[in-house]
């Protein structure tokens, strides 16, 4: 849900004072970005039962404190908003209690592990009157993603007809498995077709490539996604996550009278000894680092106006619904349904 921004108000110059809620790679990172590129705010509180990663998290925010849990720095008073950070299977118990205390979220993908949790989070989200939640969807705030999105609306190329996704990692730990393929990864592109073609998710088909003799063992990847929106849409989507040669996320969108694309890298190209070479990411931090840093910017801007600027927690709900049908889609290699629940009254205006 995105606002115009209000006139200036006492609320509005208010500095934020931010709990982020997990110390581990996301949050640590979450927590640099604060302290050194967000204005109007600063880390306060780290909540994380691993001490070891707490002490490192607060090395560099030296003005925030520890709690090891999220109903000590709620009593505390030591906050003014929440970042979730935790892995998604975390994210319930902290939700809860923040949405009770009032405070606003900002909670990294998923919003939960599955359709049933995500509508309680709902549900109580409802109850207190108030959206607080907004979910990270960080593409959403991708320049490139942005300006597809636009292009689409405006249909000065036609209809948007197809979407071909491209999203690879160099490598995976051994722990990866296959279902995370889908709620980990293509979660990503669950959400962002819906975004770039303004319509849910109405089934999904997973197809698989050769195997890569490279990937974890027990991984059969890369595998091949078919998203097919309400609309029509077909987006499809290549999840490799053992590439090798770096992080690299793509789209290329089909209209009736054009091709667009996005996700190329730019920088330095060289030529030598007969071939061109340009460097790849290597990782989301690097790929994503300017949507991250405009989604908690444009996070603080709104919680100072008591709104949010980004997904809802209906869009959490809508991706976890889709997942499930991405889950049985992959392991039943059948074509799945996604199904909803009828949208809230509540959310209307998202």
């Given at each position: 849900m995105s606002q115009?921004?209000s006139?200036?108000?006492?609320q509005s110059e208010k500095h934020?004072?931010?709990?982020?809620v997990?110390?581990?790679?996301m949050?640590a990172?979450?927590?640099?970005r604060?302290?050194?590129?967000?204005?109007?705010a600063?880390?306060?509180?780290?909540v994380?039962?691993d001490e070891a990663?707490?002490?490192?998290?607060?090395?560099?925010?030296p003005?925030?404190k520890?709690?090891?849990n999220i109903?000590?720095?709620?009593?505390?008073?030591a906050?003014?908003a929440?970042?979730?950070?935790?892995p998604?299977?975390?994210?319930?118990?902290?939700?809860?209690?923040?949405i009770?205390?009032?405070?606003?979220?900002l909670?990294?993908k998923?919003?939960a592990?599955?359709?049933?949790?995500?509508?309680r989070?709902?549900?109580t989200?409802i109850?207190g009157?108030?959206?607080?939640?907004?979910?990270g969807?960080?593409?959403?705030?991708?320049?490139e993603?942005?300006?597809l999105r636009?292009?689409?609306?405006?249909?000065?190329k036609g209809?948007l007809?197809?979407l071909?996704?491209k999203?690879r990692?160099?490598?995976?730990?051994?722990?990866?498995?296959?279902?995370?393929?889908?709620?980990d990864?293509?979660v990503?592109?669950?959400?962002v077709v819906r975004f770039l073609?303004?319509?849910?998710i109405k089934?999904?088909?997973?197809?698989?490539?050769?195997?890569?003799?490279?990937?974890?063992?027990g991984?059969?990847?890369?595998i091949l996604?078919?998203?097919?929106t309400?609309?029509?849409?077909?987006?499809?989507v290549?999840?490799?996550?053992?590439?090798g040669?770096?992080y690299q996320v793509?789209?290329?969108a089909i209209?009736?009278?054009?091709?667009?694309?996005?996700g190329?890298?730019?920088?330095m190209e060289v030529a030598?000894?007969?071939a061109?070479?340009?460097?790849?990411?290597?990782?989301?931090?690097?790929?994503?680092?300017?949507a991250?840093?405009?989604?908690?910017?444009?996070w603080v801007?709104?919680?100072?106006?008591?709104t949010?600027?980004g997904?809802?927690?209906?869009d959490?709900?809508?991706?976890?619904?889709?997942v499930?049908?991405?889950?049985?889609?992959?392991?039943?290699?059948?074509?799945?349904?996604?199904?909803y629940?009828?949208?809230p009254a509540f959310?209307?205006?998202?």
């Amino acid at each position: 849900m995105s606002q115009a921004p209000s006139q200036p108000s006492a609320q509005s110059e208010k500095h934020l004072r931010i709990a982020v809620v997990g110390a581990g790679l996301m949050g640590a990172d979450h927590v640099i970005r604060i302290e050194s590129r967000i204005v109007g705010a600063s880390v306060a509180a780290i909540v994380e039962p691993d001490e070891a990663r707490a002490k490192s998290a607060l090395a560099t925010a030296p003005g925030a404190k520890w709690f090891k849990n999220i109903e000590d720095a709620i009593s505390a008073n030591a906050m003014d908003a929440v970042l979730i950070a935790t892995p998604g299977q975390f994210h319930e118990p902290v939700l809860i209690p923040a949405i009770a205390a009032g405070l606003p979220i900002l909670c990294e993908k998923p919003l939960a592990p599955d359709s049933e949790i995500s509508m309680r989070i709902v549900e109580t989200e409802i109850a207190g009157g108030k959206q607080l939640v907004q979910v990270g969807f960080m593409r959403r705030f991708d320049a490139e993603y942005m300006a597809l999105r636009e292009l689409i609306a405006s249909s000065s190329k036609g209809e948007l007809l197809g979407l071909h996704c491209k999203h690879r990692n160099p490598s995976v730990p051994d722990s990866y498995h296959n279902d995370m393929l889908i709620f980990d990864s293509v979660v990503h592109e669950i959400d962002v077709v819906r975004f770039l073609a303004d319509s849910p998710i109405k089934s999904v088909e997973v197809k698989h490539f050769k195997r890569n003799s490279k990937s974890p063992e027990g991984l059969q990847e890369p595998i091949l996604v078919l998203l097919e929106t309400e609309s029509q849409v077909l987006a499809t989507v290549e999840m490799n996550v053992s590439v090798g040669f770096g992080y690299q996320v793509k789209t290329e969108a089909i209209f009736e009278s054009g091709i667009a694309d996005i996700g190329r890298v730019g920088g330095m190209e060289v030529a030598y000894d007969g071939a061109l070479t340009t460097q790849e990411h290597v990782t989301f931090k690097t790929r994503f680092a300017a949507a991250y840093d405009s989604q908690i910017q444009r996070w603080v801007n709104a919680v100072k106006r008591g709104t949010i600027d980004g997904p809802s927690a209906w869009d959490g709900y809508l991706a976890a619904a889709a997942v499930e049908a991405g889950l049985e889609a992959i392991q039943t290699g059948n074509k799945v349904a996604a199904k909803y629940a009828a949208k809230p009254a509540f959310y209307s205006a998202s």
